[in-house]
């Protein structure tokens, strides 16, 4: 398994994300591997700022790694993909 990981946390709660941290020791992470370092955001601050800033390096990272083209151009003004329908 191939994995990357951002973490949510608050730091004004007594263990912020003492339990994320922790994960590091979990059986599965023995046979995965990380394909770009771990992330951490605080929401007591920019929480989705700190997300783009890590997302923004861990993507090219990722697309290497799986094999995504990056030669691609899409906006949130864009429609999606894809719908689901009932």
Known sequence: MRYAVFGCGN???????????????????????????????DARSDLDGQFESWFAAAAPSAMREFGV????????????LYRIER
């Open 69 to 80: 083209d990056s030669n691609f151009s899409r906006s949130a003004d864009d429609e999606p």
């Open 11 to 41: 730091s004004d709660w007594l263990r912020p994300i003492s339990r994320f941290r922790g994960s590091s020791t979990n059986s599965w992470r023995r046979t995965a591997r990380s394909v770009y370092a771990r992330g951490e955001g």
